[in-house]
């Protein structure tokens, strides 16, 4: 059964960092894009980015609003993607979901299945 | 960034009725291979997202055959074939024909 699992959510003030972690089970994790949506409290989703697997380079896309602050890596041996979140702002309060990334004729990414998400909450 | 553009708030839906979403992109989601990148999401009440319909018109494994999806171009639609109860929740479009992917901003289902 295929498994998705996120932590490292907590409250953080403007301008730390804070780093989360998607954790798989039950597929080949080096095999497939991981991506990071986020959920602001009450509001509709927002794509935040995606890292691609090895073999197309590991090359990461971010959304404009967390370009430079947010890093996406991948630790396949252990099958964890991370989300590094520096100098994060108010605005980046929200329930961080990763996914799977699914993908056919070599183009766009889909996803399934989500994880059940952490909450990162930015306040002072 | 291609903006997509979701049918509002949808009036309460009788079980076993039919129900429709549409979703319009600001872009064209048609790539050169012929493929239509549009995918779309359900949001039940308190859960995470799941994955109903990719390629605007593929079922994802699992999903009822009530599901189904259709369009091209810049304009989408998700049809419910007979509503169930169990349908419930916040439906999301969502393009990834070009970086960044957007989503629609969400249509609500409720069931009478």
């Known amino acids: 059964d295929v498994h998705l699992v996120e932590s490292g959510g907590d409250l953080v003030q403007p301008g730390r960092s804070l780093r989360l972690s998607c954790t798989g089970s039950g597929f080949t994790f080096g095999d497939h894009a991981m991506t990071w949506v986020r959920q602001a409290p009450g509001k509709g989703l927002e794509w935040v980015g995606l890292?691609?697997?090895?073999?197309?380079?590991?090359?990461?896309e971010y959304a404009a609003s967390v370009r430079g602050r947010f890093t996406f890596s991948r630790d396949d041996s252990r099958n964890i993607a991370y989300l590094q979140m520096n100098s994060v702002k108010i605005e980046d309060t929200a329930l961080y979901y990763c996914?799977?990334?699914?993908?056919?004729?070599?183009?766009?990414?889909?996803?399934?299945?989500w994880g059940p998400g952490t909450l990162v909450t930015v306040s002072s | 960034d291609i903006v997509m553009t979701q049918s509002p708030l949808s009036p309460p839906v009788t079980p076993g009725e039919p129900a429709s979403i549409s979703c319009r992109s600001s872009?064209?989601?048609?790539?050169?291979?012929?493929?239509?990148?549009l995918d779309w999401y359900l949001q039940k009440p308190g859960q995470s997202p799941q994955l109903l319909i990719y390629?605007?018109?593929s079922r994802a494994s699992g999903v009822p055959d009530r599901f189904s999806g259709s369009g091209s171009g810049t304009d989408f639609t998700l049809k419910i074939s007979r509503v169930e109860a169990e349908d419930v929740g916040v439906y999301y479009c969502?393009?990834?024909?070009?970086?960044?992917?957007?989503f629609g901003q969400g249509t609500k289902l409720e069931i009478k």
């Open positions: 969502m393009q990834n024909v070009q970086f960044p992917y957007t």
């Open positions: 890292i691609r697997h090895k073999a197309y380079g590991g090359t990461t």
């Open positions: 996914a799977r990334g699914l993908q056919e004729e070599g183009r766009g990414y889909w996803f399934d299945p």
């Open positions: 872009q064209s989601l048609l790539a050169s291979n012929g493929y239509n990148y």
């Open positions: 390629l605007a018109s």
